[in-house]
């Protein structure tokens, strides 16, 4: 299956600067790479997703990059609020299947 | 709809007893998933299943653990014995097939003790 691995567990970030977290993948075959946010108690929010054959991708106030070549996908948050802090997640989807495989998480902590 | 509704949300249990966690996904959806969280291993996929028929169950740990799907708004996955080290958070999560969105429920935290 997908192998996806966050580069940092934690990121302290100042109220209302903008937020990049990062990911590592290692299968080039996914279909579909998506982020997660996870709020202290709760399960895993879709945040977005983007599709293997486009290398960037925006929502509100969030962006996706992916640059296959390097296998690395980022998700940046712009102009970061107290309610953005959670853990967020990587996570790639199968080729041929719907497995969703997740990294390890990287906690967003806003400082106000 | 309601999201995918867990129960229970919290279950505490004496090592070798028998733990039952439930789940009942959205309306319409055609995949539902089991997945356990522990700080050590993260977000673990354990089963998943299609239109009812379990897909994968390659993340199962170990015979002990196996989980049904009975029909379209029901599953239960069940541990039998049960044992300290399947104390965790089990999330179950169910999509639609033609959206990439699996949407969670709020988790069972199971301690074993």
């Known amino acids: ?112 | 709809d309601a999201g995918v509704i867990q129960s229970p949300r919290h279950e505490v249990t004496e090592m070798g007893q028998e733990v039952t966690l439930r789940c009942k996904p959205i309306s319409g959806h055609d995949y539902l998933f089991w997945y356990r969280q522990t700080m050590m291993r993260g977000l673990e996929l354990l089963i998943y299943f299609n239109n009812n028929v379990p897909i994968d169950d390659s993340g199962m740990p170990e015979d002990r653990f196996s989980a049904k799907m009975p029909n379209a708004s029901f599953s239960t996955l069940k541990i039998q014995p049960s044992e300290p080290r399947d104390s965790a958070v089990y999330f179950c999560a169910s999509r639609y097939r033609g959206n990439t969105e699996a949407f969670f429920g709020q988790g069972t935290r199971l301690t074993v003790v």
């Open chain 1, 1 to 112: 299956g997908e192998s996806v691995g966050l580069h940092l567990p934690t990121l302290s970030v100042q109220e209302g600067d903008n937020s990049i977290i990062n990911c590592a993948y290692s299968n080039s075959a996914s279909d579909y790479f998506i982020w997660y946010k996870q709020e202290s108690g709760k399960g895993p929010q879709f945040i977005i997703d983007i599709r293997s054959n486009m290398d960037k991708r925006q929502g509100q106030r969030v962006t996706v990059l992916l640059n296959k070549t390097v296998k690395h996908l980022s998700l940046q948050i712009a102009a970061t609020q107290p309610g953005d802090s959670a853990v967020y997640f990587c996570a790639a989807e199968g080729s041929n299947d719907y497995k969703l495989s997740f990294g390890a998480g990287t906690t967003v902590t806003v400082r106000a």
